[in-house]
């Protein structure tokens, strides 16, 4: 994501992502707790998604980083 030089911006940025209104941006949530409400925003997963892990495959994982790495 690009842009939020200033602060318009990121108003910008919280109403569109969050679905607020500019009064509840600006008056009435802080700005800590927007920014840790946009880093927690729900999102669609993009990575492999693991269901089952045993510890031999933990392990050899581990194995193949180091020697990697």
């Known amino acids: 994501m690009i842009g939020?030089?200033?602060?318009?911006?990121?108003?910008?940025?919280?109403?569109?992502?969050?679905?607020?209104?500019y009064d509840e941006v600006v008056y009435k949530i802080p700005?800590?707790?927007?920014?840790?409400m946009q880093k927690d925003k729900i999102h669609p997963c993009t990575g492999t998604i693991i269901s089952k892990t045993t510890g031999k495959d933990m392990a050899s994982r581990r194995r193949q980083n180091k020697r990697g790495g």
């Open 4 to 21: 939020n030089e200033c602060m318009l911006g990121q108003i910008a940025s919280f109403m569109e992502a969050l679905c607020l209104t």
């Open 31 to 36: 700005y800590r707790n927007l920014l840790v």
